[in-house]
């Protein structure tokens, strides 16, 4: 069946510092990759968007890869700072049974240490 | 930027009543929105998908008769969670597709409802 994997424990990380977070997949051949961000409470917002014939994607502090024979996504937070804590989520969408549907993965919770 | 509201934030309810919870596209006409459920400490899981002026899509385990989606208008979905129970209690979270420019793969979310049985 189709899994998708994400480090369900914390990540602690000093303010200042590079924040790498993994999103590993398996049984999934997706068209594309979503990374999103949780508050506590609140409802996810989009932040990256990476189509399976792409290696890369930046915005601002944030870099995306995707690597669909290893079938993993890296997602980086350069110069991360106390307001960038919150959980990520991955999320993988095809276009099975005609129309987008997205799979959300568990998502990793990140604390950035001032 | 699109904007998708829900309504109410927060409800209690008894078990056995039925709870609406509205979703609300502000800024933008969305053809397609998507319910999704959390628990704690768990992914989001789709619910159901509903297009505008036609039935909605259930995914596989979900009770089209206890979860009614209406997606009545270009800006306006609604889940009614009937004869409520206990482990009905969950975070619910509703995302709509903005198509207007086009195809977008981009979902935006609602803050999402808490809805606590008793």
């Known amino acids: 069946s ?13 303010e200042g510092k590079t924040a790498t977070l993994t999103c590993n997949y398996t049984n999934y051949s997706p068209a594309y990759l979503q990374w999103y961000r949780q508050d506590p409470g609140r409802g996810p917002v989009f932040l990256l968007l990476i189509r399976e014939n792409e290696k890369e994607k930046r915005k ?8 669909t024979t290893l079938k993993q996504s890296l997602f980086h937070i ?3 700072q106390p307001a960038d804590s919150a ?4 999320a993988l ?17 990140l604390q950035v240490i001032p | 930027g699109a904007v998708v509201s829900q309504h109410p934030s927060r409800v209690i309810c008894k078990s056995g009543t039925s709870v609406k919870i509205e979703c609300r596209s502000l800024d933008f006409q969305a053809t397609t929105m998507f319910w999704y459920r959390q628990f704690p400490k768990q992914s989001l899981m789709l619910m159901a998908t509903s297009n505008e002026g036609s039935k909605a899509t259930y995914e596989q385990g979900v009770e089209k008769d206890k979860f009614l989606i ?3 208008s270009l800006t306006l979905s609604t889940l009614t969670v009937t004869s409520a129970h206990p482990e009905d209690s969950s975070f ?8 207007s420019g086009g195809f ?3 979902q935006y979310f609602g803050p999402g409802t808490r809805l606590t049985v008793t």
């Open chain 1, 93 to 109: 969408g095809d276009n099975s049974g005609g129309y987008q549907k997205v799979t959300f993965g568990i998502g990793t919770k």
């Open chain 2, 92 to 99: 619910y979270i509703c995302s709509a597709r903005d198509r």
């Open chain 1, 2 to 14: 189709q899994k998708i994997e994400q480090n369900s424990e914390a990540l602690n990380i000093q």
């Open chain 1, 60 to 67: 601002e502090r944030l870099k995306v890869t995707f690597d």
């Open chain 2, 70 to 72: 209406n997606h009545a």
């Open chain 2, 104 to 106: 977008s793969y981009e």
């Open chain 1, 78 to 80: 350069t110069a991360s």
């Open chain 1, 87 to 90: 959980t990520y989520l991955c």
